[in-house]
């Protein structure tokens, strides 16, 4: 969350002075529980809570908003979500994924550490095993196009 000022001017107890810039810390509007939808606890990983209700992503749901809306909505937005689910569509499609030898699905620390970016606390460590042969994963098929 950042804005310019054109006047020295206070708001909410922040004061920028002319021609500067001013950042706000915007972290803890994620975490509460009245923004999130869940009042007993918003840092419980629930990922179910998103099928409850139609959310959007491309700007007209204010709660999950990673673009930006209206006239300062990201151009690249509509590129970037294809490009996400291109790469993890191929990801998915050529590799086996894994845990390492040892570790449970019971045995994951799923809680978030917090920061300008959202990422997990303790980082996640799968094995990728390649699931087609170079021969067959780069083979040319032929399309007809009449």
């Known amino acids: 969350c950042s804005h310019t000022r054109p006047a020295p001017r206070q708001d909410r107890r922040l004061r920028c002075p002319q021609g500067r ?3 706000r810390q915007c972290v803890g509007r994620r975490t509460r ?3 999130l939808g ?3 606890a918003p840092l419980e990983y629930r990922p179910e809570r998103f ?3 139609s959310i959007d992503i491309k700007g ?7 673009f930006g809306a209206g006239r300062r909505v990201c151009p690249g937005a509509q590129l970037g979500i294809s490009l996400v689910a291109s790469m993890i569509g191929h990801l998915l499609h050529q590799f086996t994924w894994a845990l ?3 570790t449970w699905p019971e045995d994951l620390d799923m ?5 300008l970016v959202t990422f997990m606390a303790t980082p ?3 094995v990728a095993m390649p699931r087609l042969d170079k021969e067959e994963l780069f083979k040319r098929v032929p399309v007809d196009m009449s």
């Open 21 to 23: 810039q001013c950042h």
């Open 33 to 35: 529980p009245q923004c």
């Open 38 to 40: 869940q009042p007993t």
């Open 51 to 53: 099928l409850e209700e």
């Open 60 to 66: 007209s749901d204010y709660r999950v908003l990673p």
């Open 100 to 102: 390492p030898d040892g």
């Open 111 to 115: 809680m978030e550490s917090s920061g």
């Open 124 to 126: 996640l460590q799968v």
